[in-house]
């Protein structure tokens, strides 16, 4: 049956894909947006790429009034705004929990205090951020969870997990839900903050409430002029304006990356499956690339073969060594499966970002970062 569903941040780069899906399945979409600079230029224009059967109201999260008016009548939520950005969220810190952590709270706050019966469910984009370091095995002590890796070690240039107890090398494994949450950036707290205030809000006031821990996402309409988004479309812009892709630590760090497509599958179960109310799920591949494998590929599909990653044996705070997703939970509970694979999707991006002008504003982040002395 058709619902009316609102998408925050509904003209960024997950949540535009979504509202593609949503009007497909005949739903009625409504979308709030501010349209960040950041994300979509200084001119803050609707993305040609918006669906044009949506309906769209341009404001703030924060703005009680104007997401007063958008939750009229909606019967679905999706809450995807946010501002996106480990390096950044460490430096511009009021920023970042203004948007997500308060953004969000005017939202709940919003459905605690005005009529909202119309409101079934609530699915928030949380993030894998949340983990900080992903789950491990040591030889000697089992399943261990290390946090932060010591400023000792990183001055050493010694990249990979020791185990707390024995500072044994440590196997990464893949994790689960269960893992505890320690999160080593503004951004990973905020995400974290979404989660757990959507959470108990929703339980709170009897609405359902789902949230979908996203791992690395790639594919079109990521701002390939935002230094701060994911490292597909970083590297993507430096490639494309003939600069060597910059590469923290070694390159072995490893992620889980995962197709914007198999994001909205995701978003769909959890919105039509009871099965996953007040529930947590990862939603990633299974499997885990290197940072320095993305670059090579991006180059050589790019046709730049004259570039070379440019590895500067840095550490970036923030930053985690290895995570990726163990997905059992959602495959179990919702009927989830990853159809896209990395070969595929990067095909895609590829054929997307070819078409794209990219400004590369990597390198005054970088020095950003290096100002403010969150490089070692």
């Not at 479309?233 to 060597?244: D, L």
């Amino acid at each position: 049956m058709p619902k009316k569903v609102l998408v925050t941040g509904g003209a960024g780069f997950i949540g535009s894909h979504l509202v593609d899906k949503l009007i497909e399945l005949d739903h009625r979409v409504r979308v709030f947006d501010n349209l960040e600079p950041q994300v979509h230029g200084d001119k803050q224009e609707i993305p040609n790429y918006l669906n044009k059967e949506c309906e769209f109201i341009r404001g703030d999260i924060r703005s009680r009034e104007k997401l007063k008016r958008a939750l009229e009548g909606v019967e679905i939520i999706f809450h995807q705004a946010a501002l996106v950005g480990v390096g950044q969220s460490m430096y511009e810190i009021e920023r970042y929990i203004e948007a997500n952590t308060l953004g969000t709270a005017n939202l709940l706050d919003i459905l605690a205090n005005e009529k909202h019966n119309s409101v079934e469910k609530l699915i928030v984009a949380s993030s894998m951020s949340i983990y900080g370091e992903g789950k491990y095995s040591c030889k000697n002590c089992g399943i261990v969870f290390p946090k932060l890796r010591s400023l000792e070690q990183l001055r050493k240039r010694d990249w990979e997990m020791k185990c707390p107890i024995c500072r044994r090398s440590l196997v990464c494994l893949a994790t689960d839900e269960d893992k505890p949450l320690y999160p080593t950036s503004v951004y990973a707290i905020s995400k974290r903050d979404q989660e757990e205030m959507c959470l108990n809000i929703g339980r709170a006031y009897g609405i359902p409430t789902v949230a979908l821990r996203y791992f690395n996402v790639y594919g079109p309409r990521q701002a390939l002029s935002n230094p701060y988004t994911g490292v597909a479309a970083i590297f993507s812009a430096r490639i494309k304006n003939h600069h060597n892709p910059i590469i923290f630590e070694d390159g072995l760090q490893s992620r889980d990356f995962i197709y914007v497509t198999d994001i909205v599958q995701a978003d769909i179960l959890a919105m039509e499956k009871e099965e996953a109310n007040f529930e947590v799920f990862n939603v990633g591949t299974g499997r885990k690339l290197t940072i320095l494998d993305i670059a090579n590929i991006l180059i050589e599909k790019l046709g730049k073969d004259e570039l070379h990653p440019e590895i500067v044996s840095k550490y970036r705070e923030g930053d985690i060594r290895h995570c990726y997703a163990d997905i059992s939970k959602i495959k179990e509970k919702l009927g989830y499966k990853p159809e896209v694979k990395f070969e595929e999707g990067i095909s895609k991006l590829i054929n997307w970002a070819k078409k794209q002008k990219a400004v590369d504003r990597f390198e005054k982040s970088k020095k950003e970062l290096e100002k403010k002395r969150l490089t070692i």
